[in-house]
């Protein structure tokens, strides 16, 4: 059994190296192949910030061509730290356990060794004052090849790589970048939502904190900055009744939600679906 935090019917599935296995086989009986009850996938994921900024020129002032060459840079010298997944319907149904009926989310630690792993000195920080244990992540991580393996394997992974699956981020271009990577150039097809690049069309602005208080949204466990956490606010802010309906009827009219595929040797999902960049191989 994963190692879990909850709050009121949310349970958190810590998964580490030695219940990585378990983990996979219990996200498969929750995605049994005959229904396709649950195909969209919330994600977060935390890193140790970047250490690559030239000029010091903001992210979103850059060309895509150069925007696209900066995360790429960094997510080649850095490592994920935590991959944070929230499973749900159409409806915003999260699976739930048979033992304690609450709704289950995952959180996925890596292995990450501030002695010898690159990172960047803010961003750590803010990360162990946030609760997340590096020393565990030394010890306890998930090595990534592992969970590249396990998740290729996986009826997730599969349904990754045959589209019938929406993904759903905020500000997600590291977050694929990240996942990308740690699969060793898996391919994902299907269609992305990246509610960064929707809020400005109903009105709003901001990280994802200030988009949930003008949501009237609480976070229901967890701490910002845990990947766990911050997936399922992440789909709370998309599938909350406030936001879901105008969302999805501006991106229905703008066309802003692309069907498009990607591997590693094509370029970043990312890139080509939110920026419409035609990227050439990475990783």
């Known amino acids: 059994?994963?190692?879990?935090?909850?709050?009121?019917?949310?349970?958190?599935?810590?998964?580490w190296a030695s219940n990585l296995e378990e983990e996979f086989r219990y996200i498969d009986k929750c995605l049994p192949p005959d229904r396709r009850q649950f195909?969209?996938?919330?994600?977060?994921?935390?890193?140790?910030?970047?250490?690559?900024?030239p000029d010091g020129v903001p992210p979103h002032m850059r060309a895509p061509a150069e925007f696209y060459s900066n995360i790429k840079r960094n997510v080649d010298a850095l490592k994920i730290i935590q991959l944070g997944l929230t499973i749900f319907d159409r409806y915003g149904n999260l699976p739930r356990s048979a033992?304690?009926?609450?709704?289950?989310?995952?959180?996925?630690?890596?292995?990450?060794?501030?002695?010898?792993?690159?990172?960047?000195?803010?961003?750590?920080?803010?990360?162990?004052?946030?609760?997340?244990?590096?020393?565990?992540?030394?010890?306890?991580?998930?090595?990534?090849?592992?969970?590249?393996?396990?998740?290729?394997?996986?009826?997730?992974g599969m349904r990754s790589y045959s589209g019938r699956l929406v993904w759903l981020t905020f500000h997600g271009p590291y977050d694929?970048?990240?996942?990308?990577?740690?699969?060793?150039?898996?391919?994902?097809?299907?269609?992305?939502?990246?509610?960064?690049?929707?809020?400005?069309?109903?009105?709003?602005?901001?990280g994802l904190e200030k988009v949930a208080r003008s949501l009237n949204l609480k976070r229901v466990v967890?701490?910002?900055?845990?990947?766990?956490?911050?997936?399922?606010?992440?789909?709370?802010?998309?599938?909350?009744?406030?936001?879901?309906?105008?969302?999805?009827?501006?991106?229905?009219?703008?066309?802003?939600?692309?069907?498009?595929?990607?591997?590693?040797l094509d370029g970043l999902l990312t890139m080509q679906t939110i920026f419409g960049l035609n990227a050439r191989a990475v990783f």
């Not at 909850?6 to 349970?11: M, R």
């Not at 766990?228 to 879901?244: P, R, V």
Request: contains cysteine.
């Open 1 to 15: 059994m994963a190692s879990s935090s909850s709050s009121s019917d949310v349970q958190v599935r810590h998964v």
């Open 39 to 53: 195909t969209f996938v919330s994600m977060d994921t935390e890193f140790p910030g970047t250490i690559y900024n």
């Open 99 to 156: 033992e304690t009926g609450r709704e289950q989310i995952w959180e996925f630690n890596f292995q990450f060794d501030s002695a010898i792993d690159p990172y960047n000195k803010e961003s750590v920080s803010l990360l162990e004052k946030q609760g997340i244990d590096l020393s565990r992540n030394k010890k306890y991580g998930i090595d990534s090849r592992e969970f590249a393996l396990l998740f290729k394997c996986s009826e997730l």
């Open 176 to 206: 694929f970048a990240y996942l990308t990577k740690i699969l060793n150039n898996g391919y994902f097809k299907g269609n992305v939502y990246d509610l960064k690049s929707m809020i400005p069309f109903v009105g709003l602005h901001g």
């Open 222 to 264: 967890g701490k910002s900055h845990q990947a766990g956490s911050d997936s399922l606010l992440t789909m709370h802010a998309f599938f909350g009744n406030t936001g879901l309906e105008m969302m999805q009827t501006l991106f229905g009219l703008f066309g802003l939600m692309k069907r498009n595929s990607c591997s590693g």
